[in-house]
């Protein structure tokens, strides 16, 4: 491992809309680290009731030296909140604050104010520029990178959104000091996934690592960081809009959707969801015969020590495996109505495959509580 690096730098290349992921104990309170974008009158926080009194006077004030006014707005908190009516709040704010075109977007938080942020950016006036600056494990390591932007809708996870790139992604990881433990599992279960899609050197050094990163052992952090941001930068610059190879990212999160959206949206975090998922998908892999139950054991291991739930929750009390198959066929991978999962299919490796229903019960059926 190296040693730590005051600030890592990772590029996420995609010609004119290339940007750097810059990787820090401290970069919100640094004027330097704001000092390149472009300058302008406006520019809007965007934050919600937990993050917000905790980060955002020390952003504003760093980047009062940048534009004239920086606007603040405070959304509610919550999965629940990822909606219609929560991306409107951020519309009525730039409008109300007469926002231009050059008016810059800041996103501080988690995943979720990132890809309402990112989504609303998108938008504005057919798109203004935006940053990232997420403050939760997982938001550091997988949302706050390549552009996915968007809201729920009740009857499917993420499906309203665009691709919409950042000008610059801020992991400041002195934020994660103040993030619950329940959000730090959270965000592991996004650590671990690269695992086993795309580097089995990074799924040991997860492994020998996981008490560090359950300490939130300073340097451990920052290298599950910039190592997670270097293979998603690595799969967004081969594939940004989800042609083929970004599929892989996302593994465990066919059957995590269905558990969010199943459960509610908040009920079990995105994280929970997707590690347990990870777990089922690895099942499924194994049914189909493409990998062994050595495999299957060794993921759920991490997972559980990741303290991320390992058994899935019964969706119906009537017919479980039939309420996953229906709510998993809302999945944007899904295709003519077959749904289409992220299977393990070798060392570091994943792909794209249907599986057929009966099937598909078996390991919902195995799986689930
Ligand atoms: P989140 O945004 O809800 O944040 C989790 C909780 O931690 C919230 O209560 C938040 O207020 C709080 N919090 C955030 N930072 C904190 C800090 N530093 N200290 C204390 N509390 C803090 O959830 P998340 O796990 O960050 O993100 C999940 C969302 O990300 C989901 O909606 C998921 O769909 C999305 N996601 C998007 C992508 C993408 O590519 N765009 C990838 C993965 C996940
Ligand atoms: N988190 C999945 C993706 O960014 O594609």
Not at 4 to 10: A, G, I, K
Not at 179 to 187: K, V
Not at 263 to 268: A, F, I, L, T
């Amino acid at each position: 491992m190296q040693a730590l690096n005051p600030t890592q730098r990772v590029q996420i290349d995609l010609g004119d809309r290339s940007y750097t992921i810059l990787i820090a104990p401290t970069l919100i309170g640094e004027t330097s680290t704001f000092a390149t974008l472009p300058a302008g009158n406006s520019a809007l926080i965007v934050t919600n009731v937990t993050v917000g009194p905790l980060y955002a006077q020390r952003l504003q004030a760093s980047l009062q030296t940048r534009y004239q006014v920086v606007h603040l707005l405070t959304l509610p908190d919550g999965e629940s909140f990822k909606n219609w009516e929560t991306l409107n709040l951020i519309f009525d704010a730039l409008l109300k604050h007469g926002c231009d075109r050059k008016t810059v977007l800041f996103a501080l938080g988690g995943g979720v104010v990132g890809d309402m942020t990112g989504y609303a950016a998108a938008s504005y006036m057919r798109g203004v520029p935006f940053v990232q600056v997420p403050t939760t494990l997982l938001a550091q390591v997988d949302s706050s990178v390549g552009g996915k932007t968007g809201i729920n809708h009740p009857l499917g996870k993420n499906m309203v959104g665009a691709f919409y790139q950042p000008l610059r992604v801020v992991c400041d990881l002195g934020t994660l000091k103040t993030l619950p433990a329940r959000e730090l599992s959270a965000g592991l279960a996004e650590v671990i996934k690269y695992g086993p899609i795309a580097d089995l050197v990074f799924w040991d050094w997860i492994e020998l690592n996981l008490d560090r990163l359950l300490a939130r052992d300073a340097e451990a952090l920052a290298y599950a960081v910039r190592r997670s941001c270097e293979i998603k930068a690595w799969v967004v610059g081969q594939d940004e809009r989800e042609a083929g190879l970004r599929a892989i990212l996302n593994f465990g999160h066919t059957f995590g959707h269905a558990i969010e959206a199943g459960m509610g949206y908040g009920k079990w975090l995105h994280g929970e969801a997707v590690g347990c998922g990870m777990v089922m998908a690895a099942e499924l892999s194994r049914e189909l015969g493409l990998v062994d139950a050595v495999f299957v054991q060794r993921l759920r291991k991490l997972v559980q020590r990741a303290g991320l739930p390992v058994i899935g929750p019964r969706l119906c009390a009537v017919d479980n495996a039939s309420r996953y198959l229906e709510l998993m066929r809302v999945d944007k991978k899904s295709e003519g109505g077959e749904i289409r999962f992220v299977v393990i299919d070798g060392p570091s490796h994943a792909t794209l495959r249907s599986a057929p229903d009966a099937l598909v019960r078996q390991v919902v059926d195995a799986c689930c509580a």
